[in-house]
């Protein structure tokens, strides 16, 4: 089955202590991003990829690194967290950055739901 | 000023109604726009994308206002399993594919 898988998909931990969150894809995607979803703010993009070893600053980067090594595999790092980085994450993919004019649809993960206490 | 803005709802409607919703953009350079739909604590999946003639998929129908800078989302006779979240996304010209979501538009069907 072609999905985003996200691991964990709760997690509560505190100030200061280093976490990952893993974003794995089995659709062979070119593209993917982590967005962070909090009230009335909508989905806030962290960083992207646009591929193996690219990756780039999205609208919110502060506090959170990315890798990408595989194709298959973004994880999000969050060296210190803080109370402010209590959210709601999505890891997202698809086919291609692509271009000037074409976009392409996003498949997002399940979501991983992060309180810093 | 936002980049994409949306009313937030929520909009509560009877089974059988039709509902719009509309979704503003503030760059003119826009390319390429969507309406995605969110369940509660769930991801947001694809409804359908927005092309310059409109479409239409079932119930659902998706408008473009380029002059006006916004798009719409219609739905026809109502169901409850309509009830969630309704984000628009709109994807701006110069590269990449990234996506500026709307904070999302609440819809609650009731009987």
């Known amino acids: 089955e072609a999905q985003v898988t996200q691991n964990p998909r709760y997690l509560i931990t505190v100030t200061g202590k280093k976490l990952t969150v893993t974003c794995s894809q089995n659709m062979n995607h070119e593209y993917m991003s982590w967005y962070r979803q909090d009230p009335g703010l909508g989905l806030r993009q962290i960083y992207y990829?646009?591929?193996?070893?690219?990756?780039d600053k999205g609208d919110v980067p502060e506090g959170y690194k990315v890798s990408r090594k595989e194709k298959r595999n973004f994880p999000l790092i969050l060296e210190s967290p803080s109370p402010n980085q209590t959210s709601l994450y999505f890891c997202a993919s698809s086919l291609s950055g692509g271009g000037i004019l074409t976009s392409y649809e996003q498949y997002f993960g399940p979501g991983t739901r992060l309180t810093v206490t | 000023r936002k980049e994409v803005e949306q009313d937030p709802g929520p909009f509560n409607v009877p089974e059988g109604a039709t509902v719009a919703f509309n979704c503003t953009y503030s760059n003119s350079a826009s390319q390429s726009f969507f309406w995605y739909r969110q369940d509660c604590r769930k991801e947001p999946k694809l409804l359908m994308s927005?092309?310059?003639s409109g479409n239409e998929d079932g119930r659902f129908t998706a408008q473009l206002n380029r002059a006006s800078q916004y798009i719409s989302l219609l739905i026809r006779d109502s169901k409850l399993s309509d009830s969630a979240t309704y984000l628009c996304a709109v994807s701006f010209s110069g590269g990449y594919n990234k996506l500026i979501f709307g904070a999302g538009t609440r819809l609650a069907v009731h009987p």
């Open positions: 927005v092309y310059s």
């Open positions: 990829s646009m591929n193996v070893e690219v990756t």
